[in-house]
C-alpha cells in the first residue's frame, strides 16, 4: 500500500498550490479519500474529504471556498486545489484513505509553506 503526496512548496499570499496523492496496492475507488494537515505545535485537523464515488464533499470551515478536493478513480489519484492561501495554510499536508478501521492508510506528507 502506498500513497504518494506531491506539489507542495513555497507560495506567497494570496497564491494557490495543487496537492496530488497518487494511490497503490489496494482498491481506491471502494476507498474514503481526504486530506489532513499539522502545523508546528499543533493537532492534525481534517482539511477535506470525499466519498469513494465522489460526490458530497466535506471541508473544515478555514478552507471553505478557497480549497476544492477531488478524485480520479481511473488514476487512483486524489487532488487538493488550494486558492488564496494564507499564512495560517502553512503545514504538513498529509493523504488519507479510509475503507474500515483496518484499511486505514496515511501518505507521508508534504510540506506547504505560505510566506511572502
Known amino acids: 500500500v502506498q500513497l504518494v503526496e506531491s506539489g507542495g512548496g513555497l507560495v506567497q499570499p494570496g497564491g494557490s498550490l495543487r496537492l496530488s496523492c497518487a494511490a497503490s496496492g489496494f482498491a481506491f475507488s471502494f476507498f474514503r479519500m481526504s486530506w489532513y494537515r499539522q502545523a508546528p505545535g499543533k493537532e492534525r485537523e481534517l482539511v477535506a474529504g470525499?466519498?469513494?464515488?465522489?460526490?458530497?464533499?466535506k471541508y473544515a470551515d478555514s478552507v471553505k471556498g478557497r480549497f476544492t478536493i477531488s478524485r480520479d478513480n481511473a488514476r487512483k489519484t486524489v487532488y487538493l486545489q488550494m486558492d488564496n492561501l494564507n499564512p495560517e495554510d502553512t503545514a504538513v499536508y498529509y493523504c488519507?484513505?479510509?475503507?474500515?478501521?483496518?484499511?486505514?492508510?496515511w501518505g507521508q506528507g508534504t510540506q506547504v509553506t505560505v510566506s511572502s
Open positions: 470525499i466519498p469513494s464515488g465522489g460526490g458530497r464533499t
Open positions: 488519507n484513505a479510509v475503507y474500515d478501521r483496518r484499511n486505514d492508510f
